[in-house]
């Protein structure tokens, strides 16, 4: 597309910040930056007609880590880098209902419970997740003989580092164990349950749209249907070529891209993973309200009003699962259903009608913690979410934003 002299001079002339990627990272990022100085001419480029990545597609947790997925943690990146990443998730959850009113983005506080099963179950779920097609690499299965040990554990680190609430002078516990209520929530196969009030789920459409509105209200620009191809670091700034015919002159050039990071900077630590949900139809006395985890996060469910929505498996075909395709694999479906009749709904339940399925790409790498870095002169990166886009977005922006001094 010919690009004419008015465009040239107002929709590509040049900024002071171009941001790629106009999801939760993105977004972010140009709120901070026109809050500090609303002088900023900023644009965001997005090479889809809505955010292409895990932004707008995922399952609308607000949530910032399950128990078992945090001590596989520690035993990935160390006890340090578990505190600070999980502190970021908290206090960008903080910032979010800081800034948006709980009814503008559907936020509903009703909790987060972890499922825990036995050996004996697990046998029935090694053997959905080995399905033909699908890969050998399971996921660990948790000793649940040392669930209030851990509670313990991570409520005494835990609180102290996110300055949880307090009450007579002692931080509230996070986590506590809630096996108690397995029976009346209607689960199959669970033996142990733990809760964390500190959870909620959310619309994140609404909250990508609020966010859209608040930047584009004080004057940043978004460019959809805006792919980037190349760009070339020199002193004055940063040239960057799109597929349109224009290029753009920045001051500063910022990378939110998450799992599309590689196509754009090769050398990143950041590899695509594919993020699988389906929602049913509505299920008649659906037992359960809140956020739901099971094996180290890899599987999570949620109700939308009376329906289920149930995402993730991603482990049961680790190396399928690492793509930017956005179809539905038949694998990881078929594993999602039978975990929904195996473990969710009550025993003799009927099998609820699938309304819709679908996929998001999210940005994964050998450790959780984001890469927030300086890639060359002027250029920058605030990418690999692990999957916490919705909760770290926020402070992952504003470290980006230090990192590049106005």
């Known amino acids: 597309m010919a690009i004419s002299i008015w465009e040239q001079t107002t929709y590509f002339a040049p900024k002071d910040l171009v ?3 106009c999801g939760f990272v993105g977004l972010w990022t140009a709120y901070e930056a026109i809050q500090k100085n609303p002088k900023l001419n900023i644009t965001i480029l997005e090479r889809g007609v809505l955010p292409s990545g ?3 597609r995922n399952a609308g947790f607000s949530c910032f880590g399950s128990i078992s997925e945090l001590m596989y943690d520690i035993k990935l990146m160390g006890e340090a880098a578990m505190l600070e990443t999980v502190k970021m998730r908290y206090d960008g959850l903080q910032r979010i209902q800081k800034v948006f009113k709980a009814k503008e983005i559907d936020y509903n506080q009703w909790g987060g419970y972890e499922l825990f099963e036995g050996k004996k179950s697990n046998k029935n779920t090694k053997a959905s997740k080995t399905n033909k097609g699908a890969s ?16 313990a554990y991570l409520n005494k680190i835990l609180a102290p580092a996110l300055k949880t609430p307090k009450k007579n002078g002692k931080y509230l516990p996070i986590y506590t164990n809630a096996s108690k209520d397995i029976n009346k929530l209607g689960f199959q196969g669970i033996e142990a349950l733990a809760f964390n009030q500190m959870e909620g789920q959310l619309n994140s459409a609404k909250l990508v749209l609020a966010l859209q509105k608040a930047v584009q209200a004080k004057g940043v620009q978004i460019l959809f249907s805006t792919e980037v191809k190349k760009f070339k670091s020199h002193k004055k700034g940063v040239t960057i070529t799109t597929n349109l015919d224009a290029p753009i002159e920045a001051k500063q050039f910022l990378i939110c891209t998450n799992g599309f990071a590689k196509q754009i900077i090769p050398g990143l630590d950041v590899v695509p993973a594919r993020g699988q949900v389906f929602v049913t139809e509505p299920i008649k006395n659906l037992k359960f309200k809140g956020c739901f985890h099971f094996d180290e996060g890899y599987y999570y469910f949620r109700n939308l009003g009376n329906r289920l929505l149930l995402g993730g498996a991603r482990n049961a075909d680790f ?8 179809d539905t694999s038949g694998t990881i479906q078929k594993v999602l259903e039978d975990f929904m009749m195996q473990r969710i709904l009550p025993k003799g339940s009927r099998k609820p009608k699938i309304e819709l399925r679908w996929s998001g790409t999210m940005g994964i790498g050998s450790i959780k913690k ?28 504003q470290k980006a934003l230090k990192l590049m001094k106005g």
Do not use: F, H, W
């Open 54 to 56: 895990a932004s707008t």
């Open 136 to 151: 050998s690499e399971l996921s660990e299965l948790y000793d649940i003989s040392k669930l209030e040990t851990d509670i």
């Open 319 to 326: 190396k399928n699962e690492k793509t930017y395709s956005l």
């Open 19 to 21: 941001i790629v990627g």
């Open 370 to 397: 984001p890469i927030i870095e300086q890639v060359q002169p002027n250029v920058y990166c605030a990418v690999r979410m692990s999957g916490m886009g919705v909760a770290i977005a926020p402070i992952v922006a």
